[in-house]
């Protein structure tokens, strides 16, 4: 089976732009979870959904957006990129929430921002 | 406020067995996990511990869990060099939110 799904791998952007990244989930899995790696650090909660609604939002400003689709993989947005943005994405899947089911990651997507 | 902290280095002999400590501070976490994170790859789910229980066992691996003092730890047996790795404990708090320690480097020489 496979595992959860993230493109694309690398990305690279320049000031001010915006991006999209995307997730598949486990199947099965209806929750998706997205977290921000930045080099040397743990990761950061972002955004979780489950069953297409946003069910928490980490501490990170209003140009990151997500959204969960009907077959439950999901985009992360982030519109007016900044240099600070650049880090490994992280989706994380789960048959339920986060309290109730232990998560799986995917590889990650990794942003530079130039 | 919300933390979980890790040493941030631990070297060991190959053959020997690893032991990694962690802190949390949500009382009221219901899961407890360790990640390992490979270079350039995503985080792997190693073992995970229910709050409700003092010990686990996986193969080489064993987790406790003192939640009187918020302590978490992965002792890693005859370990191997293909085990190095930065590993991650996390902790599960308010109903969907996933907080991660910084991280342990996990260095295995030959």
């Known amino acids: 089976d496979a595992g959860v799904t993230q493109s694309p791998t690398h990305l690279i952007k320049t000031r001010g732009q915006q991006v999209t990244l995307r997730c598949s989930p486990i199947?099965?899995?209806?929750?998706v979870s997205w977290y921000q790696q930045v080099l040397g650090q743990g990761p950061q909660f972002i955004f979780q959904?489950?069953?297409?609604?946003?069910?928490g939002r980490g501490n990170f400003p209003d140009r990151f957006s997500a959204r969960q689709f009907p077959n439950y993989s999901s985009e992360l947005n982030v519109n007016a990129l900044l240099l600070g943005d650049s880090a490994l994405y992280l989706c994380?899947?789960?048959?339920?929430?986060?309290?109730?089911?232990?998560?799986?990651f995917g590889d990650g997507t990794r942003l530079s921002i130039l | 406020g919300e933390d979980v902290e890790q040493s941030l280095f631990l070297s060991v002999r190959e053959g020997d067995s690893s032991v990694i400590n962690c802190t949390y501070t949500?009382?009221?976490?219901?899961?407890l996990y360790w990640y390992k994170q490979e270079p350039g790859a995503g985080l792997q789910l190693l073992t995970y511990?229910?709050?409700?229980?003092d010990m686990k066992q996986d193969q080489r691996l064993t987790v406790l869990l003192n939640k009187k003092d918020k302590h978490l730890s992965l002792r890693i047996a005859d370990t191997q060099t293909g085990d190095s790795a930065i590993y991650f404990c996390?902790?599960?708090?308010?109903?969907?939110?996933?907080?991660f320690g910084a991280g342990t480097r996990l260095f295995v020489k030959a």
């Open positions: 994380a899947s789960s048959q339920g929430t986060a309290s109730n089911q232990p998560q799986h």
């Open positions: 199947s099965g899995h209806k929750s």
């Open positions: 959904y489950y069953e297409k609604e946003e069910r």
């Open positions: 949500d009382s009221s976490s219901t899961y």
């Open positions: 511990i229910f709050s409700n229980m």
């Open positions: 996390a902790e599960t708090t308010g109903g969907f939110k996933t907080i």
